[in-house]
């Protein structure tokens, strides 16, 4: 099942959250004044909460997996409590998946958490965290696609710098891993991350999958924000919408036809949100085809940055690739449209 039609078959089950989520729009605008809150570097040896905030994993043996790769990097994996319960596509009651969460940012023991998946279910559980206990104890959390509601949650309500990244069941590659290590172990200032990965060029072999297409020149600086493009579209006019007041947008998404990523584009662009920010970053759309009478997604990106009068450029290797980079949400960083160099301007972790 795609994650659109997560979100559509969630959003009847999810409506009895909405009083809490009215009480909580109150204080919508807090995070405008909250400090940054920057985690502490990954280290080997370190225990790594593994969370399903989202959908489950298909079966044990794949939860055992994750937990597996997450130690191969010399982590110590501390399962959830609830990480292999299964509520058809949810990975568990909202109030288990979200007493997980909790219960990873305040053991002392875990210093850092990663989710097992994405798929849907992230959003349900926002009204349900505690945000006092995650505010006093920063911890990176690691994770994509739905995990984008986490990220911009824990970003608004408590200034908490989260890394939109592999997930415990992503499929790592040499440049996925080089990209983990650089950005959430090995992190220092003036770093680059998103780069297409080294392509052995000659007669007869050029670049064709990873293109940087630049369709608004110029350079921008601003603190990156952004994610998954239907998560960020969904969580518009909520307490936990993302700000882009003079930041980094990055967008990416997976099985959306351009129709689709018009439409959401569209929306941001209409509520005048995308006309705050400082610069605009395409990630991978993948699996984006269409046919029939339809107009193509590089029309429909150029379209909504023609738009605006802000850097903008596409093929970033941020979102449902393989060859994934690391984006923490909330640092500083610099965009040149034109070559698609994407720099960290200060460490990324503590």
């Known amino acids: 099942m795609e994650r659109r ?91 288990a998946r979200a007493a997980d969460l909790n219960a990873m940012f305040a053991d002392p023991d875990v210093g850092a958490i990663m989710a097992l998946a994405g798929g849907y279910g992230a959003m349900r559980i926002l009204p349900h965290l505690d945000y006092d206990i995650i505010r006093a104890n920063p911890k990176a959390l690691i994770g994509y696609s739905d995990i984008t509601a986490l990220h911009c949650a824990l970003h ?57 297409t ?55 662009l209409l509520s005048g949100k995308l006309a705050k920010a400082a610069g605009l970053i395409f990630g991978k759309f993948t699996d984006a085809e269409d046919t029939g009478n339809t107009f193509s997604l590089e029309h429909v990106l150029r379209d909504a940055a023609s738009r605006l009068a802000i850097p903008c450029a596409r093929g970033l290797m941020i979102g449902h690739v393989a060859d994934q980079t690391v984006v923490p949400i909330g640092v500083e960083a610099e965009f040149d449209a034109g070559s698609g160099r994407l720099t960290l301007l200060e460490s990324p972790m503590l």
């Open 5 to 95: 039609e997560f979100v559509q078959a969630g959003l009847g089950a999810a409506a009895g959250i909405g009083a809490v989520a009215g009480d909580a729009m109150a204080q919508a605008g807090e995070s405008a004044s909250l400090p940054l809150l920057k985690p502490e570097r990954l280290r080997p040896g370190m225990t790594i909460g593994v969370v399903a905030p989202s959908s489950p994993a298909d079966e044990d043996e794949s939860v055992r997996y994750g937990l597996d790769l997450v130690e191969s990097f010399g982590f110590k994996a501390k399962p959830g409590e609830n990480l292999f319960e299964r509520t058809q596509y949810l990975a568990g009651p909202d109030a």
């Open 156 to 212: 608004r309500k408590c200034g908490l710098i989260t890394y939109h990244g592999q997930t415990a069941l992503s499929r790592f590659t040499s440049y996925s891993i080089g990209e983990f290590q650089k950005v959430l172990m090995q992190p220092r200032a003036n770093l680059r991350i998103g780069a297409p990965p080294p392509f052995d060029a000659g007669p007869g072999r050029v670049e064709r999958e990873n293109r940087i």
């Open 214 to 268: 630049t369709f608004h020149p110029g350079v921008a600086r601003g603190r990156l924000t952004g994610g998954n493009l239907t998560l960020v579209s969904c969580l518009m006019g909520t307490p936990y919408e993302p700000d882009f007041t003079n930041r980094l947008v990055f967008l990416e998404d997976v099985h959306e036809k351009p129709y689709r990523v018009d439409r959401m584009l569209t929306q941001l």
